[in-house]
């Protein structure tokens, strides 16, 4: 939350220059505050597993958060019950009309098809091209990052050589942007994918800010539009045993898959598995919620 103080006071230049996010006393008086109006397109198989891991990461905040969950009409998963859907989830045709402070686009198991092959790509490219207009902010993941990337500035989806399947070590940049505040130099996230949206590309591309990179795990967080298109190609929602019960699942079903790094203690699948990135993935859920919502989006949606 923003720190409130007398307009002329010295330590709030001090504090501004240091990317601390201060409100003047002026601002403070006619500054109207309601619940912010979340949308989620959960376009993952268990619907549920999702919900719980991205409600958690937006609880940690004093703002009041109210979440509508939206899925697609064009396409039913067979992984969540019909009565779930019908009873907590929306879809576009019934949103199309309204305003939403923020949204989340999660990621979802087609990676591995062209973009125009998955069954609901035309939708998706509706309610991005809707979220220009409609949403302030919009957080991408994982291939909901790589499809962003590729409908908004035609970045290319690559093949990985294997999975790319574990927690990987990543460096902050461009550290005076308020999405990595409160970042070690160095932090932890999970990947789990067979693509990446092309490095080089993204590089290239002067619309696009790289906040943080792994060398081993590529790209992670890319800024657009001062923060109203944000891609995090990653999974910093995930808990503890997600990439485990991948793993289990996978080995199951006698799917190739390599034990995730940096993940397992002495990469034995038998012990807890370490958690990581947990700091970092409530600091990027707050900056998000805070520096790309909370403070731009109007009062009046």
Same mark, same amino acid.
């Given at each position: 939350? #923003?720190?409130?103080?007398?307009?002329?006071? =010295?330590?709030?230049?001090?504090?501004?220059?240091?990317?601390?996010?201060?409100?003047?006393?002026?601002?403070?008086?006619?500054?109207?505050?309601?619940? &912010?109006?979340?949308?989620?397109?959960? !376009?993952?198989?268990?619907?549920?597993?999702?919900?719980? /891991?991205?409600?958690?990461?937006?609880?940690?905040? =004093? !703002?009041?958060?109210?979440?509508?969950? &939206?899925?697609?009409?064009?396409?039913?998963?067979?992984?969540?019950?019909?009565? /779930?859907?019908?009873?907590?989830?929306?879809?576009?045709?019934?949103?199309?009309?309204?305003?939403?402070?923020?949204?989340?686009?999660?990621?979802?198991?087609?990676?591995?098809?062209?973009?125009? %092959?998955?069954?609901?790509?035309?939708?998706?490219?509706?309610?991005?091209?809707?979220?220009?207009?409609?949403?302030?902010?919009?957080? /991408?993941?994982?291939?909901?990052?790589?499809?962003?990337?590729?409908? +908004?500035?035609?970045?290319?989806?690559?093949?990985?050589?294997?999975?790319?399947?574990?927690?990987?070590? +990543?460096?902050?940049?461009?550290?005076?942007?308020?999405?990595?505040?409160?970042?070690?130099?160095?932090?932890?996230?999970? +990947?789990?994918?067979?693509?990446?949206?092309?490095?080089?590309?993204? /590089?290239?591309?002067?619309?696009?800010?790289?906040?943080?990179?792994? %060398?081993?795990?590529?790209?992670?967080?890319?800024?657009?539009?001062?923060?109203?298109?944000?891609?995090?190609?990653? +999974? !910093?929602?995930?808990?503890?045993?997600?990439?485990?019960?991948?793993?289990?699942?996978?080995?199951?079903?006698?799917?190739?898959?390599? &034990? #995730? %790094?940096?993940?397992?203690?002495?990469?034995? =699948? %038998?012990?807890?598995?370490?958690?990581?990135?947990?700091?970092?993935?409530?600091?990027?859920?707050?900056?998000?919620?805070?520096?790309?919502?909370?403070?731009?989006?109007?009062?009046?949606?």
């Amino acid at each position: 939350m #923003p720190i409130k103080v007398q307009n002329n006071l =010295p330590a709030k230049k001090v504090l501004e220059d240091e990317n601390i996010f201060v409100m003047d006393e002026y601002r403070a008086i006619s500054q109207d505050i309601r619940p &912010l109006d979340i949308a989620i397109l959960n !376009l993952m198989p268990l619907k549920e597993d999702t919900e719980v /891991h991205l409600l958690r990461c937006l609880s940690n905040t =004093p !703002l009041q958060v109210e979440i509508d969950f &939206l899925t697609t009409g064009s396409y039913v998963g067979k992984n969540t019950a019909t009565s /779930h859907l019908d009873k907590f989830y929306q879809t576009y045709e019934d949103v199309k009309d309204k305003k939403y402070d923020g949204l989340i686009i999660t990621g979802a198991p087609v990676e591995q098809m062209e973009f125009e %092959e998955v069954t609901y790509w035309n939708e998706l490219t509706k309610i991005m091209e809707w979220s220009k207009s409609n949403v302030t902010s919009t957080l /991408h993941i994982c291939w909901g990052a790589q499809a962003g990337l590729y409908y +908004h500035y035609g970045i290319k989806k690559l093949p990985l050589d294997k999975k790319m399947f574990g927690v990987y070590e +990543h460096q902050v940049l461009n550290r005076k942007i308020p999405f990595v505040r409160g970042f070690d130099d160095v932090f932890y996230a999970p +990947h789990s994918r067979y693509t990446e949206s092309s490095t080089e590309d993204i /590089h290239n591309n002067k619309d696009l800010t790289i906040l943080a990179e792994s %060398e081993e795990a590529g790209v992670l967080m890319v800024l657009a539009e001062e923060g109203k298109q944000i891609f995090v190609t990653g +999974h !910093l929602e995930y808990d503890r045993m997600t990439l485990d019960t991948e793993y289990k699942r996978d080995v199951g079903k006698g799917i190739p898959i390599d &034990l #995730p %790094e940096n993940y397992y203690p002495g990469n034995d =699948p %038998e012990k807890r598995p370490k958690l990581t990135w947990r700091n970092h993935s409530n600091a990027m859920y707050s900056n998000w919620l805070n520096y790309y919502v909370y403070q731009v989006t109007p009062y009046d949606l």
